[in-house]
């Protein structure tokens, strides 16, 4: 009898006809691992903490012999030989089963839109249902899983977007891109892909409701969600779109030089990192057409191609070219090979807080040199003029001074000590004091408190509780701005409120899609909820779009590669930040699980100097981990270090 490994939907093993048979849960698990071995074997240590975990090594061996005895009987019921063992090692017989699991490169000969059509039937599903284990060895693999589901559907879309010829196949299509972007929704090359295939039969301006539709969506979920203390809903303010901004009315740095000017934009001309010379041409030329295609926009200046060039070859006085002409954005791009791909990279940058607040990668191989590089450059110049529009909208109407107090505090908080949180927090309340439902003040005073109770490793609630009444009021003055979720976020979760506080990160993540900030403090929320493998690739994404960010993204990837048990890259982590003092803590906790104690007490004295008081126990007690083995491994590690 033939008999079939579900893995989406619900786990499960089924005979010819369809029916579900008897078999042990975590076996069927067991056997999903091993399908994605290379060998279809593994000895029974990996099994043991795939399953449960490192802890209690030797009752976990004693489970699995357990297991793997049940499931030699039932399959002998069965009249099959599913699994062998041999010694150490127990191995999947790969002809006795087949399986829906999604391997690389499987099927590959398929016509390509069967497969997509395949792929959307499977991936409308979760993968492996309910089941989970909380055990990192089994976080990494589905993390990995995800990764290679995604892979494929990806290839498979855009191979078969090239062949959709019908309604029906384009339907399909849509409901592939639908599932790519629930499960990659940031990534600049995905929407690309979503935006060319949502093009084949309506405008950009159907895509973009489609967006704002979602936004407005997580919104009404996030205020539904969301109660005071006496149970009735908190205002986050209006939920429908906002009316456009009057871009006319950003402002300047200067508060003593206040006068009406309109953003503008200088599009620096493409570095060229690609191996074939042509490359450089198109995307010059693109860029050409891309600001010609601003001189459309009425609300936003763009700097003479010719002035850009020449400013583009002399990269010390930029800043200061900069400053002098009032450039607020600017439109960086470069070109590189991915793979066999040669593509063009663009992203904005906020010039004031050399901020980038949109990203996406273009594919520069057969394009057609008029027609497919003009709707290039129209497509850039419509998600730029969006995202200015969107990003001028937290400038409208703004007092100067405010704005220049704000800008003064938000410098402070780039290096994380109290002194300069005390700095930024007293240029916030001046700004506040001026324009009291200013957001971004409301926000970064919101998060010298979340900082300060992390640096200060007391625990006092009250600064807590102070961020999150400043980030509640970010949000209900502006329910459209960011970091007024990302803050409420990071208040939430240092209380231990995890759902509440992965849901503001969606929204901040939603809203911002491109902000590194936004999206560094997504990976911090999602290391302490105990996903170190999904935070690892979310905080990597972070230090892509800012590689000279703060501290705290590198702070943040050590810590989730320490929840890995990757101890060495979490120290090289460490040695990238500015100011490797303020990770003392988790340096000693790393140098103990390497056994090197006598690097680990040089980290705990040093950190002893300016907190005499720490208590292990007491803090641990205090940082939110979702799952015991995290809180067991980080307190494993400064125990050892001699904390």
């Known amino acids: 009898m033939a008999f079939v490994l579900k893995t989406f939907g619900r786990l499960q093993l089924v005979d010819e006809d369809g029916i579900a048979v008897t078999f042990p849960e975590k076996g069927l698990l067991l056997l999903a691992y091993l399908l994605t071995t290379d060998e279809g074997s593994a000895d029974r240590t990996a099994l043991a903490s795939f399953l449960w975990g490192d802890a209690n090594r030797d009752g976990t061996l004693a489970t699995l012999r357990k297991l793997i005895s049940r499931m030699k009987a039932r399959q002998t019921e069965l009249?099959?030989?599913?699994?062998?063992?041999?010694?150490?090692?127990?191995?999947?017989d790969r002809e006795s089963l087949s399986s829906d699991l999604l391997l690389s490169g499987a099927e590959e000969n398929v016509e390509p839109l069967s497969r997509l059509q395949?792929?959307?039937?499977?991936?409308n599903q979760p993968f492996l249902g309910p089941i989970h284990s909380h055990s990192r060895q089994f976080q990494q693999w589905l993390a990995e899983r995800e990764v290679c589901h995604i892979e494929l559907l990806g290839t498979a879309l855009r191979t078969a977007s090239r062949e959709a010829r019908s309604q029906k196949e384009t339907e399909l299509l849509r409901k592939a891109a639908v599932i790519l972007f629930r499960t990659e929704p940031k990534d600049p090359e995905t929407l690309q892909l979503l935006i060319r295939i949502f093009e084949a039969e309506e405008e950009v301006t159907s895509f973009r409701n489609h967006f704002e539709q979602r936004r407005n969506s997580i919104l009404r979920g996030i205020a539904a969600r969301t109660r005071s203390d006496d149970g009735n809903p908190i205002s986050l303010g209006p939920i429908s779109a906002p009316s456009k901004p009057k871009l006319e009315t950003a402002l300047p740095l200067d508060p003593q030089d206040v006068r009406i000017a309109i953003p503008r934009l200088v599009l620096l001309p493409p570095k060229n990192q690609s191996v074939k010379p042509q490359a450089g041409f198109l995307a010059a030329s693109l860029v050409e057409d891309i600001t010609i295609g601003f001189c459309a926009f009425n609300s936003l200046e763009v700097i003479a191609p010719y002035s850009?060039?020449?400013?583009?070859?002399?990269?010390?006085?930029?800043?200061?070219?900069?400053?002098?002409?009032?450039?607020?954005?600017?439109?960086?791009?470069?070109?590189?090979?991915?793979?066999d791909e040669v593509t063009l990279f663009a992203q904005l940058i906020f010039f004031d807080?050399?901020?980038?607040?949109?990203?996406e990668r273009f594919s520069l191989d057969h394009l057609d040199l008029v027609k497919d590089r003009r709707a290039v450059a129209r497509q850039i110049a419509l998600s730029v003029s969006s995202e200015i529009e969107r990003h001028e909208a937290l400038r409208e109407d703004l007092n100067p001074i405010a704005y220049h107090r704000y800008l003064v505090g938000r410098r402070h908080l780039v290096r994380l000590t109290l002194p300069n949180l005390r700095r930024a927090r007293k240029e916030m309340k001046a700004a506040l004091a001026v324009s009291p439902d200013f957001a971004p003040a409301l926000s970064s005073m919101a998060r010298t408190y979340s900082k300060e109770w992390l640096l200060t490793a007391r625990g006092d609630i009250e600064l807590l509780q102070s961020a999150e009444t400043l980030a509640k009021k970010a949000t209900e003055t502006r329910p459209d701005f960011a970091d007024g979720y990302r803050e409420c976020?990071?208040?939430?979760?240092?209380?231990?409120?995890?759902?509440?506080?992965?849901?503001?990160?969606?929204v901040a993540e939603s809203l911002a899609p491109h902000y590194a900030d936004v999206i560094a403090d997504y990976a911090d929320t999602l290391v302490h909820c105990s996903l170190p493998a999904m935070a690892l690739r979310k905080i990597e994404r972070a230090i892509e779009l800012n590689p000279l960010g703060p501290d705290t993204y590198f702070w943040t990837a050590a810590g989730a590669n320490y929840a890995l048990g990757e101890f060495e890259a979490s120290l090289d982590y460490i040695g990238q930040m500015a100011d490797p003092h303020l990770a003392d803590r988790l340096s000693a906790a790393n140098w103990a699980m390497l056994g090197r104690q006598d690097k680990a007490k040089v980290f705990v004295r040093r950190f002893r100097e300016g907190n005499p008081d720490?208590?292990?126990?007491?803090?641990?007690?205090?940082?939110?981990?979702k799952e015991q083995w995290h809180k067991d491994l980080y307190r494993e590690g400064l125990k050892k270090a001699g904390f």
């Not at 009249?79 to 999947?92: D, H």
């Open 79 to 92: 009249g099959a030989t599913i699994i062998s063992s041999e010694g150490n090692l127990v191995t999947f």
């Open 118 to 123: 395949h792929l959307v039937k499977l991936m």
């Open 308 to 339: 850009a060039v020449q400013i583009g070859h002399h990269l010390e006085t930029q800043k200061a070219f900069f400053e002098r002409h009032r450039v607020n954005y600017i439109l960086d791009t470069r070109i590189s090979n991915t793979g």
């Open 353 to 359: 807080q050399n901020q980038i607040v949109w990203a």
């Open 489 to 506: 976020g990071v208040a939430k979760l240092l209380q231990g409120a995890f759902d509440e506080s992965a849901e503001a990160m969606e």
């Open 614 to 625: 720490f208590d292990v126990d007491k803090w641990l007690s205090a940082v939110p981990s």
